[in-house]
C-alpha cells in the first residue's frame, strides 16, 4: 500500500506564508498525479491544487497567483507553498496521490487513491 505524511502546517497572520509538504512510501510503482485538498469546518473538503507526472498544474481559483504546488519525482513528495495567506484559507490541508501500486501476490500493479491524515492552517486576522 501507499502511505502519505504531510508536514508544515501552523498559524501564521493574514498576510504570511507557509509552506506543506507531504511523502509519499510504499509499495509504489507509480504517482500520475498528486494534490492538496482543504476542508474548513462545515464545509466540504475541495481541490487546492494538484500537479501531475508531467508537471502539468491545477489551481482553485481561490488561490491562483498566491499557491504554489511542486513536485518531486525522485523523493516522491509534493510542496504548496502558500503565500499572501487569508483568513479564509484556514482549514484542515490534506495530501493526496494516485496511481499504482504493487502488493506480493498481484501479478499487475493494482490502482490506488491515497490521503494523508490532514494538517492543519489557520491563517488568523
Known amino acids: 500500500q501507499v502511505q502519505l505524511v504531510e508536514s508544515g502546517g501552523g498559524t501564521v497572520q493574514a498576510g504570511g506564508s507557509l509552506t506543506l509538504s507531504c511523502s509519499a512510501s510504499?509499495?509504489?510503482?507509480?504517482?500520475?498525479?498528486m494534490g492538496w485538498y482543504r476542508q474548513a469546518p462545515g464545509k466540504q473538503r475541495e481541490l487546492v491544487a494538484s500537479?501531475?507526472?508531467?508537471?502539468?498544474?491545477n489551481y482553485a481559483d481561490s488561490v491562483k497567483g498566491r499557491f504554489t504546488i511542486s513536485r518531486d519525482n525522485v523523493d516522491n513528495t509534493v510542496y504548496l507553498q502558500m503565500n499572501s495567506l487569508k483568513p479564509e484559507d484556514t482549514a484542515v490541508y490534506y495530501c493526496?496521490?494516485?496511481?499504482?501500486?504493487?502488493?506480493?501476490?498481484?501479478?499487475?500493479?493494482?490502482?490506488?487513491?491515497?490521503w494523508g491524515r490532514g494538517t492543519q492552517v489557520i491563517a488568523s486576522s
Open positions: 510504499g509499495s509504489i510503482v507509480t504517482i500520475n498525479a
Open positions: 493526496n496521490a494516485r496511481g499504482y501500486h504493487s502488493s506480493p501476490g498481484l501479478l499487475t500493479p493494482r490502482q490506488y487513491d491515497a
Open positions: 500537479i501531475n507526472n508531467v508537471g502539468s498544474t
